[in-house]
């Protein structure tokens, strides 16, 4: 292991462990004082590892010995991760963007800014950000596996001080900076005071002072993701709220991914790794940004969603942010290729996913922040009242399990266990502003329906669900369920959301039921209420020519 960022005064037999962002050339100075150097405050030299005159540690054997020597004193200062980010951001990446005269193609932060830049256009897309912002840089630090990732200036905390391997005699914290420096430097036997930015001639960027302006919810959540060990380890509480734990396990999750072979669909491989259908269907993934750059350009380029949405989105003339419900989530496929496919629009969304399985929650929200998903996740299942219900599923095989009416014993190797339903009604929002529904229920959709049925503002939805044979002639809203549909809905025959083939519009009971006479197996149906919907409009809703209304954006 590397120690590179450990300085040893063998003299004082002291070791401090220096930190880029946590006052980093004020501490290299100190160390040159303390070594002797009448030349301490020079910037320049405190970080020119060949001619500063420190003694940095390295991998060799003996420095080794020196780190494992519970007689020599280490110290170290950490900085919350928030402003440690925001400062690497602002000192290296934001004032090259306004560089006047631009940075040289030579410069090492130029070919870091070019890096960015790729990872911004052909990965996040122009259309979705239109210069490297923050956020862009952290999906950058996140996904996009450049070797300049590890730059010291934004690498974790963590790992720059080995953690948890090395024990620290003192851990100062940047943002008690005034008493904190003295406090370390007595323990390091130093006499000097610890100088200011103005003695060391390096501006500051004022970060923490910055941090509202640049915090949005989708960079909190990606700090809070990157640097989980570094909130876990030094004890900085998250702005969030949320869990270090789950935190950290999402982390560990997204280590290792899995890609559809057929769509290119990037999944965590956690709970996963026994499941027949994914070893049959998923193969291994090396390049996790790569994979998710092909499954955008794949809902592009196949999914009828992007014509869905523009048209959901022209009955809001309110410009709330379009709802997206995927219900039934599994992996949260649906709501990763809605999101995508939103953005690449520019709507304003909401992401809602109701998945029971137990075994599903956490990978599901590991998908969702893999794929740049602000989504909820709910650990309930839909149906058609409000309470609990057995849920059964199989170990080896977490596609296909769903609710069991009446509650039964367990048999043919299946667990049950009792999970929390939610009624459609209660699920969606009482509002007659519509939102886009993916309904897969493994054949219980008719009483999720049910719930629902004669309520004009929770029919306002456009849906998108399962019709399967056996369905045509249930009971929903004192109709067959055929007639009830056609009554109230434009129906369209999709085959799927992902990849649209066999596309009829305009489908009646009688066409539901010749369907599902003629072919006894399951389609996909786009179903648009009459009460918001122009029959021609939803049959335009695969055409990529239709305009985005404005006021959805």
């Known amino acids: 292991m590397n120690y590179t960022n450990f300085i040893y005064d063998e003299g004082r037999g002291i070791i401090f462990a220096y930190v880029p962002k946590v006052a980093c050339t004020n501490w290299k100075s100190m160390m040159r004082y303390m070594a002797g150097y009448e030349n301490w405050l020079d910037n320049r030299l405190a970080h020119d590892k060949e001619n500063g005159g420190l003694r940095y540690l390295g991998d060799s054997a003996d420095d080794q010995k020196i780190i494992a020597r519970d007689d020599i004193p280490k110290f170290t200062m950490v900085r919350d991760p928030y402003s440690r980010t925001l400062s690497a951001y602002l000192n290296k990446v934001e004032k090259r963007l306004k560089a006047d005269p631009p940075v040289s193609e030579t410069d090492y932060w130029a070919k870091v800014l070019a890096d960015i830049e790729a990872f911004r256009v052909n990965t996040l897309g122009a259309h979705r950000y239109d210069t490297i912002n923050f956020e862009v840089f952290l999906y950058w630090l996140r996904d996009s596996g450049s070797w300049f990732v590890r730059d010291e200036h934004w690498a974790p905390q963590s790992i720059l001080l080995r953690q948890p391997g090395v024990s620290f005699t003192k851990v100062g914290r940047f943002e008690t900076l005034n008493e904190d420096a003295p406090d370390l430097l007595s323990a390091m036997g130093c006499d000097q005071g610890f100088p200011s930015q103005k003695d060391v001639k390096f501006a500051p960027t004022n970060a923490q002072q910055r941090l509202n302006a640049y915090m949005t919810d989708t960079a909190e959540s990606l700090i809070e993701e990157i640097f989980a060990a570094d909130f876990v380890n030094f004890d900085y509480p998250t702005r969030s709220g949320r869990s270090i734990d789950d935190m950290a396990q999402l982390n560990e999750l997204k280590n290792s991914v899995l890609r559809s072979r057929s769509n290119n669909f990037l999944t965590v491989s956690a709970a996963f790794e026994e499941d ?278």
């Open 276 to 553: 027949e259908y994914v070893q049959k269907d998923f193969g291994e993934c090396q390049n996790p940004a790569k994979a998710i750059a092909q499954f955008r350009r794949h809902v592009s380029e196949n999914s009828p969603l992007e014509g869905i949405l523009k048209g959901v989105a022209a009955a809001n003339t309110g410009g709330e942010p379009l709802h997206l419900f995927d219900i039934g989530a599994y992996m949260g496929r649906f709501a990763v290729a809605a999101d995508h496919a939103a953005e690449a629009l520019k709507l304003k969304r909401k992401v809602s996913c109701f998945e029971p399985n137990p075994k599903l929650a956490l990978p599901l929200r590991a998908n969702l922040s893999l794929h740049g998903v602000e989504g909820s996740v709910f650990e309930s299942a839909i149906g058609k009242e409000t309470g609990t219900a057995d849920f059964v599923y199989k170990p080896a095989r977490m596609i296909g399990a769903g609710l069991r009416f009446p509650p039964s014993t367990n048999s043919d190797g299946n667990v049950v266990e009792q999970v929390p339903v939610t009624s459609l009604q209660d699920a969606l929002p009482d509002t007659a502003v519509p939102g886009l529904v993916k309904l897969d229920l493994r054949g219980l959709e008719l009483g999720a329906l049910r719930s629902i049925a004669g309520d004009a503002n929770r029919m306002s939805n456009v849906f998108l669900l399962k019709y399967y044979a056996w369905q045509a002639d249930s009971i929903v809203g004192g109709e067959p369920f055929g007639d009830w549909l056609a009554n109230h809905f434009h129906i369209m025959r999709i085959g799927h959301w992902l990849n649209a083939s066999d596309v009829e519009a305009g489908l009646d009971a009688e066409a539901l039921n010749r369907m599902a006479e003629d072919t006894g197996t399951t389609s996909y149906l786009l179903v648009a209420p009459k009460t918001c919907f122009e029959s021609e409009a939803v049959s335009q809703w695969l055409t990529k020519e239709m305009p985005v209304s404005e006021t959805s954006q």
